[in-house]
């Protein structure tokens, strides 16, 4: 089985609900990238994403922050 750490060096302060909704997430005005919501979204779907979009932004829980993302063994 694959274990994932997502660690976020510098977590974006900008407010979630003030964002602009867009097609795959919100608009940030600060920085100017969509961020994902990963809240709902599973430990796999999660690495794919980020696996497939290095340097995405994203919004998670504090308990996928604290826990390893685990990939099923194929």
Same mark, same amino acid.
């Given at each position: 089985m694959n274990i994932v750490n997502v660690r976020i060096? @510098?977590?974006?302060?900008?407010?979630?609900d003030k964002m602009t909704s867009n097609e795959k997430g919100?608009? =940030? @005005?600060? =920085?100017?990238?969509?961020v994902m919501d990963y809240t709902k979204m599973t430990d796999e779907q999660i690495i794919t994403h980020l696996h497939y979009n290095p340097g995405?932004?994203?919004r998670?829980?504090?308990s996928q922050m604290s826990k390893d993302l685990q990939l099923p063994k194929l």
């Open positions: 060096e @510098n977590p974006c302060s900008e407010n979630w919100r608009h =940030c @005005n600060k =920085c100017a990238k969509t995405a932004c994203g998670f829980t504090e």
